[in-house]
């Protein structure tokens, strides 16, 4: 209960199952997905999707993409709850494993088919969701002071920390064994009700 309680402080979302996907996307629910354009290039992209929309938004009722292993990762500028991709037996051709990636590669398609170019924020694939981003070092400082320096042992705490969230993570929703599936460790993409598509700024 430690870990999960400071996943709750750390991401700042409450978790009322044990399961953080569901408390993540609830928050993130009306979040949009668009970024670093301006709203005239916005508004002519949404009318060349309206086309494909409707398509893309229920692809995975029929593409079962599945995520596993959650835990928090972090960089220079931002704290994610990242994922491992797994292949799902349920896709429309139940022969074939279908993963996370073969739905990027899909969904990438249905939009230049729209007339629509992807320029992805990661050049690396990644499936993940972000918690919060560093708009400033303050946190990590031995003062308030714009030239104060980093404290070392805040960074430590910090880091420590996230590993005991991520412990608590594996220890809750990872399998034991890998034959053995753990169903509140995985997460289907757009299950139930499909993929959002949100149109608005983004700050």
């Known amino acids: 209960m430690e870990g999960k309680q400071s996943y709750v402080d750390f ?6 199952t044990d399961n953080p996907y569901d408390a993540l996307i609830e928050e993130c629910n009306d979040d949009p997905i668009t970024h670093s354009r301006t709203e005239s290039e916005i508004d002519a992209q949404v009318t060349l999707l309206a086309s494909k929309l409707e398509k893309i938004t229920d692809y995975t009722f ?3 993409a599945k995520l596993v292993h959650p835990m928090i990762s972090y960089d220079a500028t931002a704290v994610a709850l990242s994922f491992v991709p797994t ?3 349920d ?4 022969e074939k494993s279908y993963t996370y990636h073969h739905l990027r590669r899909d969904l990438h398609g249905l939009c230049q088919e729209a007339g629509v170019a992807v320029q992805s924020r990661y050049i690396v694939p990644s499936a993940h969701l972000t918690i919060g981003r560093f708009v400033t070092q303050h946190d990590f ?3 308030m002071e714009a030239q104060a320096s980093i404290d070392a042992d805040k960074v430590k705490r910090w880091v420590a920390r996230i590993e005991q969230i991520n412990q608590w993570l594996r220890e809750t929703l990872w399998s034991v064994d890998d034959k053995e599936a ?3 460790g995985e997460w289907t ?3 139930e ?6 149109k608005g700024t983004l700050w």
Not at 193 to 198: E, H, V
């Open 62 to 64: 029929l593409h079962r």
């Open 189 to 191: 993409v757009g299950q």
């Open 91 to 94: 896709s429309v051709d139940p």
């Open 11 to 16: 991401s700042g979302v409450t978790v009322k």
């Open 182 to 184: 753990n169903l509140q």
């Open 193 to 198: 009700k499909g993929l959002d598509c949100c």
């Open 141 to 143: 400082t031995d003062t």
């Open 87 to 89: 292949s799902g037996a």
